[in-house]
């Protein structure tokens, strides 16, 4: 059973900066895809940014590509997501997602990630 698990979520002010972390019992470089996703109230789940097994690219969504960046850290089973510049509208559960895949599209949808951790909620107040 793969357990995925984030952390570093809070209250913060707008502007301010925050790193969540994303944490694996299967090693980050088994999967070809890890992603985070995010799900405000009345929302459905968001795709964020994602980041492909052996420097296979980077994709992000719009509202946050020059805000938040992702990276990883293979020799800790560790994905991070940094997010500078917040704004209210960032205020959400954020979730990290993973999956196995051939594919090398990178891939958007919640449906095509099979893990996924029980979320973290960042909160951006003005």
């Known amino acids: 059973q793969v357990q995925v698990a984030e952390s570093g979520g809070g209250l913060v002010q707008v502007g301010d900066s925050l790193r969540l972390s994303c944490t694996t019992s299967?090693?980050?470089?088994?999967?070809?895809?890890v992603a985070w996703f995010r799900q405000a109230p009345g929302k459905e789940r968001e795709f964020v940014v994602a980041?492909?097994?052996?420097?296979?690219?980077?994709c992000y969504s719009d509202s946050v590509k020059d805000r938040f960046s992702i990276s990883r850290d293979n020799a800790k089973n560790a994905v991070y997501l940094q997010m500078n510049s917040l704004k209210p509208e960032d205020t959400a559960v954020y979730y990290c997602?993973?999956?196995?895949?051939?594919?090398?599209?990178?891939?958007?949808?919640?449906?095509?990630?099979?893990?996924w951790g029980q979320g973290t909620q960042v909160t951006v107040s003005s």
């Open positions: 997602a993973a999956r196995v895949s051939r594919s090398v599209v990178c891939q958007t949808a919640p449906d095509e990630y099979s893990y």
């Open positions: 980041t492909k097994r052996g420097g296979g690219g980077i």
């Open positions: 299967r090693r980050t470089y088994g999967f070809s895809e």
